[in-house]
Nanobody
Framework: QVHVAESGGGLVQAGGSLRLSCAAS????????MGWFRQAPGKEREFAAA????????YYADSMKGRLTISRDNAKNTVYLQMNSLKPEDTAVYYC????????????????WGQGTQVTVSS
Protein backbone atom coordinates (compact mmCIF):
# COMPACT_ATOMS: atom_id res chain seq x y z
CA GLN A 1 0.00 0.00 0.00
CA VAL A 2 1.17 3.51 -0.84
CA HIS A 3 -0.18 6.62 0.83
CA VAL A 4 0.10 10.06 -0.71
CA ALA A 5 -0.76 13.45 0.76
CA GLU A 6 -0.78 16.82 -0.96
CA SER A 7 -0.17 20.24 0.50
CA GLY A 8 0.44 23.77 -0.70
CA GLY A 9 -2.80 24.80 -2.34
CA GLY A 10 -4.44 28.13 -1.73
CA LEU A 11 -5.67 31.37 -3.22
CA VAL A 12 -3.45 33.25 -5.63
CA GLN A 13 -3.95 36.12 -8.05
CA ALA A 14 -3.74 35.61 -11.78
CA GLY A 15 -0.13 35.66 -12.90
CA GLY A 16 1.08 34.36 -9.56
CA SER A 17 2.79 31.13 -8.59
CA LEU A 18 2.22 28.23 -6.23
CA ARG A 19 4.23 25.18 -5.31
CA LEU A 20 2.39 22.01 -4.39
CA SER A 21 4.02 19.20 -2.45
CA CYS A 22 3.16 15.53 -2.35
CA ALA A 23 4.57 13.19 0.28
CA ALA A 24 4.44 9.46 -0.33
CA SER A 25 4.76 6.75 2.30
CA UNK A 26 4.42 3.00 2.58
CA UNK A 27 5.59 0.71 -0.24
CA UNK A 28 7.18 3.53 -2.21
CA UNK A 29 9.78 1.25 -3.81
CA UNK A 30 6.99 -0.22 -5.93
CA UNK A 31 6.08 3.17 -7.37
CA UNK A 32 7.10 3.75 -11.00
CA UNK A 33 5.84 7.32 -11.33
CA MET A 34 4.15 10.10 -9.43
CA GLY A 35 1.63 12.29 -11.15
CA TRP A 36 -0.40 15.42 -10.66
CA PHE A 37 -3.94 15.70 -11.91
CA ARG A 38 -6.57 18.37 -11.55
CA GLN A 39 -10.33 18.50 -11.55
CA ALA A 40 -12.36 21.65 -12.01
CA PRO A 41 -16.04 21.80 -11.03
CA GLY A 42 -18.18 19.99 -13.57
CA LYS A 43 -15.17 18.67 -15.48
CA GLU A 44 -13.35 15.38 -15.65
CA ARG A 45 -10.09 14.81 -13.89
CA GLU A 46 -7.23 15.68 -16.23
CA PHE A 47 -3.54 14.94 -16.34
CA ALA A 48 -1.14 17.78 -15.52
CA ALA A 49 2.35 16.35 -15.00
CA ALA A 50 4.22 13.19 -14.05
CA UNK A 51 7.72 12.22 -13.06
CA UNK A 52 9.41 8.85 -13.23
CA UNK A 53 10.72 7.85 -9.85
CA UNK A 54 13.98 6.17 -10.85
CA UNK A 55 15.32 8.53 -13.52
CA UNK A 56 13.40 11.78 -13.12
CA UNK A 57 11.95 11.84 -16.63
CA UNK A 58 9.05 14.25 -16.81
CA TYR A 59 5.79 14.48 -18.72
CA TYR A 60 3.46 17.46 -19.03
CA ALA A 61 0.02 18.13 -20.43
CA ASP A 62 0.34 20.17 -23.61
CA SER A 63 -2.14 22.74 -22.29
CA MET A 64 0.04 23.53 -19.29
CA LYS A 65 3.54 22.87 -20.64
CA GLY A 66 5.86 25.78 -19.99
CA ARG A 67 4.02 26.86 -16.85
CA LEU A 68 4.56 23.72 -14.76
CA THR A 69 7.68 22.12 -13.38
CA ILE A 70 7.52 18.77 -11.62
CA SER A 71 10.45 17.61 -9.52
CA ARG A 72 11.23 14.95 -6.95
CA ASP A 73 13.28 14.34 -3.85
CA ASN A 74 13.53 10.58 -3.52
CA ALA A 75 15.26 10.82 -0.16
CA LYS A 76 12.15 12.53 1.19
CA ASN A 77 9.71 10.57 -0.98
CA THR A 78 8.31 13.91 -2.01
CA VAL A 79 7.25 15.31 -5.36
CA TYR A 80 6.72 18.98 -6.10
CA LEU A 81 4.69 20.84 -8.68
CA GLN A 82 5.75 24.41 -9.34
CA MET A 83 3.02 26.34 -11.12
CA ASN A 84 3.74 29.74 -12.66
CA SER A 85 1.73 32.31 -14.58
CA LEU A 86 -1.46 30.96 -13.09
CA LYS A 87 -4.77 31.73 -14.77
CA PRO A 88 -8.32 31.71 -13.41
CA GLU A 89 -8.98 28.61 -15.52
CA ASP A 90 -6.33 26.78 -13.50
CA THR A 91 -8.72 26.85 -10.56
CA ALA A 92 -9.31 23.24 -9.55
CA VAL A 93 -8.64 20.59 -6.97
CA TYR A 94 -5.17 19.24 -7.60
CA TYR A 95 -4.50 15.61 -6.83
CA CYS A 96 -1.26 13.75 -6.40
CA UNK A 97 -1.17 10.08 -7.30
CA UNK A 98 1.20 7.15 -7.57
CA UNK A 99 1.33 4.45 -10.21
CA UNK A 100 3.19 1.16 -10.51
CA UNK A 101 2.57 1.06 -14.27
CA UNK A 102 4.14 2.68 -17.33
CA UNK A 103 0.95 4.55 -18.26
CA UNK A 104 1.94 7.76 -16.54
CA UNK A 105 -0.58 10.12 -18.16
CA UNK A 106 -3.72 8.03 -17.65
CA UNK A 107 -5.60 8.64 -14.39
CA UNK A 108 -7.02 5.10 -14.45
CA UNK A 109 -3.47 3.74 -14.22
CA UNK A 110 -2.92 5.34 -10.84
CA UNK A 111 -3.88 3.20 -7.89
CA UNK A 112 -3.03 5.54 -5.06
CA TRP A 113 -4.49 9.01 -4.66
CA GLY A 114 -4.29 11.83 -2.19
CA GLN A 115 -7.26 13.79 -0.90
CA GLY A 116 -6.54 16.74 -3.14
CA THR A 117 -5.66 20.35 -2.48
CA GLN A 118 -7.69 23.33 -3.68
CA VAL A 119 -6.04 25.89 -5.93
CA THR A 120 -8.04 29.03 -6.60
CA VAL A 121 -6.80 31.69 -9.01
CA SER A 122 -8.55 35.02 -8.83
CA SER A 123 -8.74 37.39 -11.77
Amino acid sequence: QVHVAESGGGLVQAGGSLRLSCAASGRTLSVYAMGWFRQAPGKEREFAAAIIRHDGSTYYADSMKGRLTISRDNAKNTVYLQMNSLKPEDTAVYYCAATETLRVTAPEAYGYWGQGTQVTVSS
